[in-house]
């Protein structure tokens, strides 16, 4: 990943996770917690793609596993949001921006439906049988409902962030050179052909025209003689 990535995905992580536990966690919502963290790596993985996004989630859900108050397993979030970030910045087009927003929204809700659904399945691998208790179905209407209600507050001004950070200066100096080299041929051809018009046309207006030069005049003479010459034998 580059340094720029790095240096804007650490502090959107961490504001987002203390927002996440410190004021979502405890408003005592029915259902799931409102998840912001995963909102960001969504965000993220959207204009940084597949490979960016996977790994912004495992860092992510690494730094949500060992946060207190945890009571999972280690590694157990991480690998949710890692697949989340990958999945999400599968959906990256080619020229690195979506046309509209009807791709992140889906992709906001299939993130709530999957992560709810990995979160849960990992756990019963774990042992975890919280999610039974509390109603899986209810989960996934509750955290799709929450997600939603944020993303429209969240995922574009990450997105809108992730998208500053990502003009590499030195890319576009020598690109910025390159345009400005092959600009600047082009002008000083079109700089010369301009000159040479506007002298011909100041003789025109002041009636000189510039005589040939003597020795192409010797030699058009001599070439017609040497033509005539021919016709007469």
Known sequence: MRINRILLAIPLVVVALIIQVGILARLQLP???PDLLMLV???????YGHVGGSLIGFGAGLLADLAPPADHAIGRYALVLCVIGYVAGLTKPDNG?????????VVVI????????????VGSLVGDTAARHVGLVGLLLSATL??????????????????????????????????????????L???????????AMKAIRTGRVPKPARGGRTKGVKGLKGIKGVKRL
């Open 31 to 33: 259902g799931a917690v």
């Open 41 to 47: 790596v969504v965000g993220l993985a959207l204009v």
């Open 97 to 105: 921006q979506h046309r509209s927003a009807t791709v992140p929204l």
């Open 110 to 121: 299939g993130a709530a439906i999957g992560s709810t659904l990995l979160y849960a399945g």
């Open 146 to 187: 929450y997600d939603l209600l944020l993303a429209p507050f969240t995922v574009p001004l990450v997105m809108a962030l992730a998208r500053r950070t990502e003009h590499d200066p030195l890319a576009t100096d020598a690109a910025g050179s390159s345009r400005s080299g092959g600009a600047g041929g082009g002008w």
């Open 189 to 199: 051809t079109t700089g010369t052909g301009l000159k040479a018009s506007r002298n």
